[in-house]
């Protein structure tokens, strides 16, 4: 993002349970593309923030409830209700005169984010692009139960079985994940307008169309819809390095960088914490998952690699 809050790159990938290798590989295409390129801050979001931070040498690390609340009220000025699913967990939140001031998650069961409906739509032999599409076809969705992964599956072969038309059942599960989310997550909550949809799933026309239908309400879809924590986690990082005159970034070349992560069990009392350690070349540039903060943010100095072998040798 330039000085005027303009999108320069984006870029989209899936992590494929290896964020270290997917992080340098985004830096590799972002430099192939602007190699002259200037930066002067950066931002990390996601569940794994801290380890993407570690790596680039972030200058703001910030929670995703944060920073999609922080993208959206930049794109939709007054937005009081945000919709977000992504591939791993999907978030509802409430904003008050650009305030949050509720919030929920479901990082627990898979019905209802991303990575159901890849699974679904691989199962069906639908690409997940046309997935949306197809749902708009249906003349009476069927009902499915959306309350748990597992059975939504059974529900949903059951119902091709019976003989429902296939893109009864696409409409069927869009409306019974919109069900989930709003049950789970809006249980209580006032979801008032304007309402934004953001995060991976939004592209699925299908799933906002549901999302209309339940709540009776316009659902905004913005342009960068996909990458909306990134852009509030630029903007963070723009806010935290104002007046600033160093940035924290390593440089692109974190991407030739030998990075690897390794984890022990801590054996110095009844809670047994799984400790992980960032390795670099030769120091432990990070170590979080204790409780009590004996291992967390040690690193960079003979002390650390001493502490690991410590560590190694409990």
Not at 243 to 249: E, H, L, P, R
Not at 297 to 307: E, F, I, P, Y
Request: glycine letters at 10%; one cysteine or more; hydrophobic letters at 40%.
């Amino acid at each position: 993002m330039n000085h005027s809050g303009d999108i320069l790159q984006a870029i989209y990938i899936r992590t494929q349970g290896q964020p270290i290798v997917s992080v340098k590989k985004c830096l590799h295409m972002a430099i192939n593309q602007y190699p002259d390129l200037d930066i002067i801050g950066v931002g990390t979001t996601g569940s794994a923030r801290y380890l993407a931070a570690v790596i680039v040498g972030a200058d703001s690390i910030k929670n995703e409830i944060t920073a999609h609340a922080v993208a959206a009220s930049s794109v939709v000025p007054g937005v009081r209700t945000v919709l977000e699913i992504g591939g791993q967990d999907s978030k509802l939140i409430i904003l008050r005169e650009g305030v949050v001031t509720d919030f929920a998650m479901n990082t627990v069961c898979a019905a209802g984010t991303g990575s159901f409906l890849d699974q679904q739509a691989a199962r069906l032999g639908i690409p997940i692009e046309e997935f949306g599409q197809l749902s708009q076809k249906a003349t009476l969705p069927v009902r499915i139960a959306g309350r748990c992964a597992v059975f939504a599956e059974s529900d949903m072969i059951h119902k091709q079985q019976t003989g429902y038309a296939l893109e009864d059942i696409v409409a069927g599960l869009c409306e019974a994940l919109v069900r989930n989310f709003l049950n789970n997550l809006g249980k209580g909550k006032q979801l008032l307008g304007p309402v934004v949809f953001q995060g991976g799933v939004a592209a699925n026309i299908g799933m906002r169309d549901a999302f209309s239908k339940a709540l009776k309400k316009e659902i905004i879809v913005p342009e960068n819809y996909h990458v909306m924590g990134a852009l509030g986690a630029a903007i963070l990082a723009r806010e935290e390095v104002s007046g600033k005159k160093v940035t924290n970034f390593r440089g692109f070349e974190a991407v030739d960088g030998n990075f690897s992560a390794k984890s022990v069990e801590c054996k110095g009392c009844p809670n047994h914490c799984e400790i992980v350690s960032i390795l670099g070349e030769k120091d432990v540039l990070a170590r979080w998952g204790d409780r009590c903060g004996k291992w967390s943010g040690m690193g960079n100095s003979r002390s650390a690699s001493l502490q690991e072998e410590l560590l190694e040798a409990q």
